[in-house]
């Protein structure tokens, strides 16, 4: 018997998923998750915030700190190799006292968090598209179309729908598309971080990009030193997310209890240095902040949109695999609707179709306004990263020591300033439904399969 799926019927789980992805692909589905290319959106405005040098040093120490958090979630990941990973982590090392509790709020962090992802990778990958139709037919000046917010949403809606109908395929078709996402983000990478600062009619001085610290009050509204620099580093922190889908696939990685945290150590490890290098390519060569009608610039658009593509191709597949956890474990209302694998594929295709329908119920907000969808989106991020410290910083508690490879950490929680009354918001509702409801019923992850484990 393969050892993960031996370890997973020690925690009282048996076989259903297909488990047949090496580390490769898994690791192939968790670097399109993180993306380098992610957090373009924002570096327009984390660079007016608070000036090149706080957002170039910033990579670098969320870098370190995300490193923390890793480290722990691999270490954990390999004693738990579970598809409900962080909220079954938080139940067993919060222990049968506190575990329902903290696998309750662990749970909806962690599914929140996901499933608004999708939104967020479907948006910037609309406002790819929208830039791209522009600039190829002659920009706002020369007459070219600009997609109204009907054809916005269309294409939104689009994307969803597209990778969730290929997420209904066995899981090895979506490993496939990866690879090629590997390789379209390190060569289109390398293109954009190399010919970026020869192409540039200039480029900016080290100076300016290691030294330079600037607010924009004027522009940016925020006249807060500290505060602008907290709003600058939310690149970093939106980009350095998702290598947590490794873990969500452990059930379908053969080996999962070394491959599953190896797949998460140098995922993120190649998107550390390879983000780092796209940045600082960024921040040399540009002069303004505004794309000029080329050929140059929509061969760069193109290559961040097929990032975006790919990243929420696979952010489906590990929302998907969350929501399939939750719902085996009786979480999620309907839970026996959402935990039905396809007879021949085994892929939780109603799980994939939930994601996909909430995914496109969030995308509705765009017809009136668009703040609407991005605020709402904002605490993905806080959500998601709650999630992993919650489950990280319990990681000393009641950890196999027998089976974990590598040291415990954690990482300190970075608020998302933006939208933290929305956080505020959720987690109230997922608090009072614990106390007024889901404590009655929702006792954490239920076994599956009659076998004892040792350790508990």
Not at 78 to 97: D, E, I, K
Not at 111 to 116: C, D, R, Y
Not at 225 to 252: K, N, P
């Amino acid at each position: 018997m393969d050892s993960g799926e031996k370890r997973l019927n020690e925690l009282g789980y048996k076989q259903e998923l297909r488990r047949e992805m090496t580390q490769f692909k898994t690791m192939a589905i968790t670097f399109s998750c993180i993306s380098a290319f992610s957090g373009t959106p924002l570096y327009g405005q984390s660079l007016r915030y608070a000036g090149p040098a706080t957002l170039v040093w910033g990579w670098m120490v969320v870098s370190f700190f995300t490193w923390f958090v890793a480290i722990a979630m691999a270490e954990i990941c390999s004693s738990f190799p579970t598809t409900g990973s962080l909220y079954f982590w938080a139940a067993h090392l919060a222990g049968p006292r506190w575990g329902p509790f903290a696998s309750w709020c662990c749970a909806w962090l962690e599914t929140i968090g996901v499933i608004f992802a999708i939104g967020a990778q479907a948006y910037s990958g609309s406002q790819a598209l929208q830039m791209i139709i522009l600039l190829a037919t002659g920009t706002n000046k020369g007459g070219g179309y600009f997609a109204s917010k009907g054809v916005f949403l269309c294409l939104y809606m689009a994307l969803i729908l597209i990778w969730a109908v290929l997420n209904t395929f066995k899981l090895q078709v979506i490993a496939f598309l990866n690879i090629i996402s590997i390789w379209w983000q390190v060569a289109g990478g390398l293109l954009v971080i190399v010919m970026l600062p020869l192409v540039a009619q200039s480029t900016q001085p080290a100076s300016y990009v290691f030294t330079h610290f600037e607010t924009s009050p004027e522009s940016t509204g925020v006249s807060s030193i500290l505060y602008a620099v907290i709003l600058s580093v939310l690149l970093s922190i939106y980009s350095l997310f998702g290598y947590d889908a490794a873990a969500h696939l452990t059930e379908e990685t053969k080996g999962a209890d070394r491959t599953g945290p190896k797949a998460i150590l140098s995922s993120l490890g190649i998107i550390s240095v390879f983000g780092w290098a796209y940045y600082l390519s960024l921040t040399f060569s540009i002069r303004d902040l505004e794309f000029q009608n080329s050929t140059g610039a929509v061969v760069f658009l193109c290559i961040i949109w097929g990032s975006y593509f790919f990243c929420g191709l696979s952010t489906t597949t590990t929302a998907a695999r969350v929501v399939h956890a939750l719902s085996r474990d009786n979480g999620i209302p309907f839970s026996p609707i959402w935990r039905k694998l396809h007879p021949r594929t085994k892929v939780p295709t109603n799980a994939v179709w939930l994601c996909a329908a909430i995914g496109l119920l969030l995308g509705l907000p765009i017809l009136k306004l668009d703040v609407v969808f991005v605020g709402g989106n904002f605490p993905t991020r806080i959500f998601a990263q709650y999630s992993f410290v919650f489950s990280a910083s319990l990681s000393p508690c009641k950890t196999d020591r027998s089976k974990r490879t590598t040291s415990e950490g954690y990482w300190p929680k970075a608020l998302r300033c933006l939208s933290c009354r929305l956080s505020v918001l959720f987690l109230t509702v997922v608090m009072l439904w614990w106390a007024l409801d889901a404590r009655n019923w929702f006792k954490g992850p239920v076994r599956n399969i009659d076998v004892q484990n040792e350790n508990y």
